[in-house]
């Protein structure tokens, strides 16, 4: 049988070597703890924050994410297109989540605050009314993405091609607009 915890902290823990007991974790803090290379594969984390935590090249596949929330982290390399679908919901506040992927992940209103998303692919997703707040966006990936109503205004450095995907509504500043524009070789001074 799978364990099923509730409301507890892990603080300052190692799991690279000790892995995570596999199962259910609701309403549980992770706290200056190092999860990285580790396998969350088909375990469900509910209501959970993660704090200043390492989650680097965690495996996800199947792993449920409902309501959960990373800040201060490290998220590199993660295939959150592996997750399981059903009620997946985190926001990142913080975080470094580069050459991470989001393809074809439905993720409506989800917060990226102070966040580097170098790198990250987000093709063929649905980022409807997300907000993306002061994030570096360098080399992202959008190709074919829904980012209609979604805000970009205080994020940087993204590429986005109008032609490529879905964006009425979006919000960008005046600052971003090279951003637009770029496939087109304009100079804009």
């Given at each position: 049988?799978?364990t099923?915890?509730?409301?507890?902290?892990?603080?300052?823990?190692d799991?690279?070597?000790?892995?995570?007991?596999?199962?259910?974790?609701?309403?549980?803090?992770?706290?200056?703890?190092?999860?990285?290379?580790?396998?969350?594969?088909?375990?469900a984390?509910?209501?959970?924050?993660f704090?200043r935590?390492?989650?680097?090249?965690?495996k996800?596949?199947?792993?449920?994410?409902?309501?959960?929330?990373?800040?201060?982290?490290?998220l590199?390399?993660?295939?959150?297109?592996?997750?399981?679908?059903?009620?997946?919901?985190?926001?990142?506040?913080?975080?470094?989540?580069?050459?991470?992927?989001?393809?074809?992940?439905k993720?409506?209103?989800i917060?990226?605050?102070?966040?580097?998303?170098?790198?990250?692919?987000?093709?063929?997703?649905?980022?409807?009314?997300?907000?993306?707040?002061?994030?570096?966006?360098?080399?992202?990936?959008f190709?074919?993405?829904?980012?209609?109503?979604?805000?970009?205004?205080?994020?940087?450095?993204?590429?986005?091609?109008?032609?490529?995907?879905?964006?009425?509504?979006a919000?960008?500043?005046?600052?971003?607009?090279p951003?637009?524009?770029?496939?087109?070789?304009?100079?804009?001074?």
């Open positions: 049988m799978e099923y915890i509730e409301g507890e902290s892990f603080n300052n823990k799991f690279k070597d000790i892995p995570l007991a596999k199962g259910e974790y609701e309403n549980c803090n992770f706290i200056d703890c190092d999860f990285s290379h580790s396998d969350f594969s088909g375990m984390f509910i209501d959970c924050d704090l935590c390492n989650l680097s090249l965690v996800v596949a199947g792993t449920a994410f409902r309501d959960v929330v990373f800040k201060n982290s490290k590199l390399g993660i295939h959150f297109d592996e997750c399981n679908q059903f009620g997946l919901c985190f926001n990142f506040d913080n975080c470094n989540l580069g050459n991470s992927s989001f393809y074809k992940v993720l409506k209103k917060v990226f605050r102070s966040s580097q998303l170098i790198g990250v692919d987000f093709s063929n997703c649905d980022l409807t009314a997300s907000v993306f707040d002061k994030c570096d966006l360098s080399e992202a990936i190709d074919n993405t829904n980012i209609e109503k979604a805000d970009f205004r205080s994020s940087f450095n993204y590429s986005i091609d109008p032609e490529l995907n879905r964006m009425k509504k919000r960008f500043s005046l600052a971003g607009l951003g637009l524009l770029s496939k087109y070789g304009i100079v804009i001074q």
